[in-house]
């Protein structure tokens, strides 16, 4: 029986150094996985690198995966270079508490779900991306924007003062065109045109014609073409149409479909809409310039304070792809 308990104890001591060796090893790195560069001493791994690089061909046409080798050589830069940009983000994220916590990542998950339905993860699959990866991925994104939305969007603020005065250096920006609201009767030949005229200058309803005559698909809506700016129709029958006074009908015009006649049923002069009617939308321009320049200085600053070290040995290597 003493025998038998030594023996028991004699392989939990064995066991026992095994596991600390094991963790030992692994604290001290006696197998390394590969890494392409470190970030302030983060390691960015080759595995991750090799996935990223491979989304990136699958979606190069095949021509040039196989033949452009200085796009290619850009192409892994590149990934290489985002990869360590996102990785400073990270590490910045860390420094200010922020995170992406699992009810936000579900909740996320749940809405882009939604938009597509039943169909999601075989949409996923279709395009050789696995569902643990893609999460993955979301989750980042998702830590980014609110990074971003902390550091820079959330601390710009535009006065009223700010926009108007956007407003009065920017007015070209939003004018808007003439518009007609236009209806037709196109028909192919020109004595069925002639027809058609005479009963209108008899009085006759123009949307009636349209739906009996017309050939256009509009021809179901009474011939409405809805509202239309200059050169949207071809040359003759847009300068027929921009000549033609509200109510009145046009003569026959010829284009390659045949032969049209016009009513033109309302007209909305060329004008610059109030600072009112754009206000917004001049707030949300300044707000995107604003926050590009800004976003621009704030990476720059952090990648300039950040220690980057890429392994040249690993990446003059052939990834595999």
């Known amino acids: ?42 390691k960015i791994y080759l595995e991750e690198y090799r996935y990223r690089l491979n989304q990136k061909m699958a979606m190069l046409p095949k021509d040039v995966a196989a033949n452009e080798t200085r796009y290619i050589n850009r192409l892994e830069e590149e990934v290489l270079e985002n990869m360590i940009t996102e990785k400073i983000m990270q590490q910045r994220a860390r420094e200010l508490n922020i995170s992406v916590n699992n009810s936000e990542l579900e909740n996320k998950i749940s809405e882009i779900k939604k938009d597509y339905g039943d169909n999601f993860v075989y949409l996923l699959a279709q ?34 003062d700010d926009a ?3 407003y009065n250096d920017h007015r070209n920006n939003y004018r808007v065109e003439a518009l007609v609201r236009v209806a037709q009767i196109v028909v192919r030949d020109l004595d069925t045109a002639k027809q058609v005229l005479t009963l209108l200058n008899a009085g006759e309803d123009f949307a009636a014609l349209a739906e009996k005559y017309s050939t256009g698909p509009e021809a179901s809506n009474g011939g409405d073409l809805g509202y239309i700016t200059r050169d949207v129709m071809p040359e003759p029958l847009d300068d027929v149409i921009f000549k033609l006074p509200p109510n009145k009908i046009s003569h026959i015009a010829k284009s ?51 220690v980057v070290k890429k392994e040249s040995a690993v990446l003059r290597k052939k990834v595999s792809r």
């Open 164 to 166: 108007e005065d956007y």
């Open 127 to 160: 395009k050789n991306v696995r569902y643990d990866h893609w999460k993955e991925e979301l989750k980042r994104e998702l830590l980014i924007q609110k990074l971003i939305a902390a550091e820079i969007s959330d601390k710009i603020r535009i006065s009223n």
């Open 256 to 306: 390659s479909y045949g032969f049209h006649i016009f009513k033109v049923t309302d007209v909305q002069k060329a004008r610059t809409k109030s600072f009112e009617e754009v206000k917004e939308e001049v707030i949300a321009e300044i707000r995107a310039q604003k926050e590009e320049a800004a976003f621009v200085n704030w990476l720059n600053t952090l990648r300039l304070n950040a």
């Open 1 to 42: 029986m003493e025998k038998n308990e030594s023996m028991m104890s004699k392989k939990s001591y064995v066991f026992l150094l095994a596991l600390f060796i094991l963790l030992s090893c692994e604290k001290m790195d006696f197998f390394p996985r590969a890494y392409v560069a470190t970030v302030n001493g983060e």
